[in-house]
Nanobody, 123 residues
Framework: QVQLVESGGGLVQAGGSLRLSCAASGRTFSTYGMGWFRQAPGKEREFVAAISWNGNRRYYADSVKGRFTISRDNAKNTVYLQMNSLKPEDTAVYYC????????????????WGQGTQATVSS
C-alpha cells in the first residue's frame, strides 16, 4: 500500500513555471511506476506524464511535451513534475498516481492516487 500527497500548486502567470511534488509513504515506492494526471473543470481526467520505477522510461502527453519534465527520487520517495512555459489551458487539478506496472496513459493503470493540487495559470 502506498499513500500519495501532492504539493507545489499555485497561481502563476502564463509563461511561468511551477514544480509539483508528490511524496509517497511506504517501503515499496521504488517498485511503482508513477504518473501525473490532470483534470480541468467539466473535463475528464487526462494523462500528463509517466515514469518507470528506475526513471529510465518517461512518457508525456503531446500537449506538454517539451514543456514539462517528470522525475523521481527514490531515496526521498518523491516524484516531481517540473512545468515550464505554462499556458492558461494547463489550469487544472494535478494528481499523482502509482501503478504496479509502467507506464500507463489511462487512469485504469494506477491503483493509488493522491488528493490533487490546484495549478492555475492566468493569461
Amino acid at each position: 500500500q502506498v499513500q500519495l500527497v501532492e504539493s507545489g500548486g499555485g497561481l502563476v502567470q502564463a509563461g511561468g513555471s511551477l514544480r509539483l511534488s508528490c511524496a509517497a509513504s511506504g517501503r515499496t515506492f521504488s517498485t511503482y511506476g508513477m504518473g501525473w494526471f490532470r483534470q480541468a473543470p467539466g473535463k475528464e481526467r487526462e494523462f500528463v506524464a509517466a515514469i518507470s520505477w528506475n526513471g529510465n522510461r518517461r512518457y508525456y502527453a503531446d500537449s506538454v511535451k517539451g514543456r514539462f519534465t517528470i522525475s523521481r527520487d527514490n531515496a526521498k520517495n518523491t516524484v516531481y513534475l517540473q512545468m515550464n512555459s505554462l499556458k492558461p489551458e494547463d489550469t487544472a487539478v494535478y494528481y499523482c498516481a502509482a501503478g504496479e506496472a509502467c507506464c500507463y496513459i489511462t487512469t485504469q493503470g494506477y491503483q493509488h492516487w493522491g488528493q490533487g493540487t490546484q495549478a492555475t495559470v492566468s493569461s
